[in-house]
């Protein structure tokens, strides 16, 4: 280990606090430092390059080094760096990129509430649903349902709509007025009951009906759900389930959020996931590929139903954020969508690389390792199982997961772990060639990894 090395990450471990961490734990290894990006790979501080099959956090969409999304920061950040849609004020690259989404979005998608982030998008939608019911003279319809190993953010209100255990057991969580269903994971909750994938994922989405009649019709504001589940381990609903969900909220008047920061900006091969399911949400949070993550920004799209229920209001909305509508996030917002629209990233997602991904990632499938091997445009994961047969997973203690992601690190891939899926979602611009490359390192990992459970 070099000595700059070193220092970066002795002050790291002295000052720096990281998201989702054991600090004790990465205070005795110290953090990996990553210095630099260019196209899929990043390159860390000890020279080592890695590809980078999660786009950073599944954002940077567009591939690292993009000079063009460079110069749209700067040039907005020299004209006017910053200022505030608050106090009756507005300024261009809000304007523009907001006309630009309603465009985008799929139809009755028209207005768009800023933000900095994910979460910040998903605690919006808490308070501008319960604040739209109350306009409509309907303030009890308070509840909204989410699903379990869920993941909506990290905020008070983004981390009770999640549905992951360990996160709400720490701050006493959720929040009063949001429930849970349980999810469309097949693999995990279907396939050993010997239940059939698509009335499984209509049995799934009938517990959304069960719930609202159990909490009364008239009490319940919203159902949210990402189209693919990511953080809980890129779980791709069945065919049959989200049609199903439609019409139970249609059915019961119940607004249906669609949290898109994952699946919007072309991952699933249409510009949004709500269009490859045939969703027809009436509010869609964004985030992440709005910018390809080169600055933090989000945006709830909200349906001209609503935005009109909250303008006859008559009464402030009082809720909003310092950067809400970013000047320069903007600008690079506007900048990413006019790449994607130049380079057709959305018909080279849908007709070239995901199917070339699809067909190579099914290969992994036949790996002893692999349970199941699935995807959906430009994400995917593998199941990690003990034995093939009978699909029995590794013991906890084993940390198969874990110990896969640090190999294929080692190996100079990045993978990530969710207990023992791996999964990918890499920069939607990856060219075939370097498909090619992520599956060998794949290969060769789960091979180092067979052999270093064995
Ligand atoms: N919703 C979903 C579906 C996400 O995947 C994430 C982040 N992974 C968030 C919300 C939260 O976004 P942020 O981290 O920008 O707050």
Redesign the pocket.
């Known amino acids: 280990m070099s000595t700059a090395t070193l220092t970066i990450q002795q002050q790291d471990s002295a000052h720096c606090l990281h998201p989702f961490t054991n600090f004790k734990e990465l205070n005795a290894k110290g953090a990996r430092v990553i210095e630099r990006g260019e196209g899929v790979f990043v390159y860390d501080s000890e020279g080592n390059k890695l590809l980078d099959a999660m786009a950073g956090?599944?954002c940077v969409n567009l591939g690292y080094g993009r000079q063009e999304l460079v110069d749209a920061a700067a040039k907005q950040m020299q004209q006017l760096p910053y200022y505030n849609l608050f106090f009756q004020t507005t300024h261009s690259p809000a304007v523009e990129l907001s006309t630009l989404l309603a465009e985008l979005t799929p139809e009755g998608l028209n207005h768009a509430f800023f933000t900095g982030?994910?979460?910040?998008?998903?605690d919006t939608v808490v308070r501008m649903v319960r604040h739209y019911w109350a306009s409509k003279g309907q303030p009890n319809k308070l509840e909204i349902i989410s699903r379990n190993n869920a993941?909506?953010?990290?905020?008070m209100a983004?981390a009770s709509l999640g549905g992951m255990g360990f996160m709400h057991a720490q701050g006493g969580l959720p929040l009063p007025n949001i429930s849970h269903i349980d999810q469309p994971y097949w693999f995990e909750e279907g396939q050993g009951q010997g239940q059939d994938p698509q009335q499984f994922g209509l049995e799934r989405a009938q517990q959304l009906e069960q719930k609202i009649l159990e909490l009364g019709e008239d009490k319940v504001a919203a159902f949210i759900a990402?189209p693919i589940q990511?953080?809980g381990g890129v779980i791709i609903p069945p065919e049959s389930y989200w049609p199903e969900i439609q019409r139970i909220c249609d059915k019961y008047d119940i607004l249906l959020v669609v949290?898109e920061?994952?699946c919007g900006f072309g991952r699933t091969g249409e510009w949004f996931a709500c269009q490859t399911y045939n969703i027809k949400p009436d509010l869609i949070?964004l985030?992440?590929g709005i910018t390809s993550g080169y600055l933090?920004m989000?945006a709830v799209m909200v349906c001209d139903k609503v935005a009109q229920g909250l303008t006859e209001a008559d009464t402030e909305f009082a809720h909003g954020f310092t950067y809400s509508g970013h000047p320069a996030a903007c600008a690079v917002a506007i900048e990413n969508i006019r790449i994607m629209q130049q380079e057709n990233i959305i018909s080279h997602v849908r007709d070239d690389i995901a199917p070339y991904l699809a067909k190579r990632w099914q290969e992994l499938a036949s790996h002893p390792l692999v349970g199941e091997a699935r995807s959906k445009g430009m994400v995917a994961a593998i199941e990690l199982v003990a034995d093939k047969s009978t699909l029995q997973r590794f013991s906890k203690e084993q940390g198969a997961g874990g110990v896969c992601r640090d190999i294929c690190i080692n190996n100079g891939l990045i993978m990530r772990a969710c207990g023992d899926t791996m999964i990918i979602s890499p920069p939607l611009v990856i060219t075939k060639q370097q498909v090619d490359q992520l599956i060998t390192l794949a290969k060769q990992s789960l091979d180092d990894t067979l052999q270093a459970l064995s």
């Open positions: 956090l599944w982030s994910g979460s910040e998008c998903n993941y909506h953010g990290s905020t983004g990402e990511g953080a949290d920061v994952i949070c985030a992440k933090p989000g």
